[in-house]
Nanobody
Framework: QVQLVESGGGLVQAGGSLRLSCAPSGRTFSSYAMGWFRQPPGKEREFVASISWRGSRTSYSDSVKGRFTISRDNAKNTVYLQMNSLKPEDTAVYYC???????????????WGQGTQVTVSS
């Protein structure tokens, strides 16, 4: 069974940084586009960032642009989300996902991880 496993979440003060990692088990996703999404408490899941399979193309939501950076290391089969200048409104469960084509549309990602909690205190 294909699984994506996120790690690196936790509790951090506002202004701090965290780096999330996502690695698959069961198969390689080096030829897939990868995305990060988040679900704040009581809200719907939303797009955060995406990266093409070569890493040459990235997209960000307006709310994280300039603060978050998505990257990937295909040799390690791992995708990262570096989160800087964190704000309390970044508090959410963060999910990584894989898609066969580059997209920012949540419904086009067929493979998902279980999520990792990020809590930013004020």
């Amino acid at each position: 069974q294909v699984q994506l496993v996120e790690s690196g979440g936790g509790l951090v003060q506002a202004g701090g940084s965290l780096r999330l990692s996502c690695a698959p088990s069961g198969r390689t996703f080096s030829s897939y586009a990868m995305g990060w999404f988040r679900q704040p408490p009581g809200k719907e899941r939303e797009f955060v960032a995406s990266i093409s399979w070569r890493g040459s193309r990235t997209s960000y939501s307006d709310s994280v642009k300039g603060r978050f950076t998505i990257s990937r290391d295909n040799a390690k089969n791992t995708v990262y989300l570096q989160m800087n200048s964190l704000k309390p409104e970044d508090t959410a469960v963060y999910y990584c996902a894989a898609a066969p084509q580059y997209t920012t549309t949540i419904s086009l990602y067929p493979y998902w991880g279980q999520g990792t909690q990020v809590t930013v205190s004020s």
